[in-house]
């Protein structure tokens, strides 16, 4: 007979309304957290403030993603163009100054490059694909997409206690509080 052995993952707390969700959001903020995050079934507008979250790093990937697509044309076209095989055209010189023709394939590099630094990018700092989630075995988080707002606080987190994290939840109007526990 085999046994799996669970360890805690944290506590999920639902709360009533979207503005309820974000004036909590604000005190887990102010009590210190770290690793937790909120689960609403539509955008709400300022959480990503009320949750101290930071300016994602993601556009400087893709601007420079971007640069290096440019750059990655410039290369291909003068050295197919002018160092390799020179074509001149209507008496045309082949040499440095004949960039404007370089311009669709940088452009088209620049867009393509930017494109596959956004998806690969993105997945990357989402930490995806991860095929499971321990929230996922949650008896209500199942009501994430539907109508329920809910407060997920990590046992990772530094500040985690099993019994004062409780505690604080229900404080700060958090119902139907659940231990969510992951398979070892």
């Known amino acids: 007979m085999s046994t799996t ?28 957290f770290r690793k937790w995050d909120c689960h609403t079934p539509y955008p709400v507008h300022g959480l990503d403030a009320a949750m101290g979250m ?24 003068y050295i197919t163009q002018v160092e390799i095989y020179p074509t ?5 010189p082949a040499n440095i100054f004949t960039v404007p023709a370089f311009f669709p ?4 590099l620049t867009i393509l490059f930017s494109g596959f630094t956004t998806l ?8 995806l694909p991860r095929l499971n989630h321990p929230l996922f075995a949650s008896r209500q988080f199942h009501r994430a997409t539907d109508d329920a707002f809910f407060i997920a606080v990590e046992a990772r987190d530094p500040k ?10 229900e404080e700060i109007g958090g119902k139907s509080i659940e231990l969510v526990e992951e398979e070892d």
């Open 105 to 108: 394939i940088m452009f088209e």
């Open 54 to 77: 930071k300016r994602s790093i993601l556009p400087w990937f893709v601007f420079f993603g971007g640069m290096l697509g440019t750059a990655t044309g410039f290369g291909l076209a």
């Open 88 to 92: 001149v055209v209507q008496a045309k």
């Open 120 to 127: 690969f990018g993105l997945l990357a700092l989402m930490k």
């Open 5 to 32: 052995r669970k360890r805690v993952y944290g506590y999920l707390a639902e709360f009533g309304s979207a503005s309820a969700l974000y004036k909590a959001a604000e005190k887990v903020r102010d009590a210190g």
């Open 160 to 169: 985690f206690h099993p019994d004062k994290t409780r505690s604080f939840l």
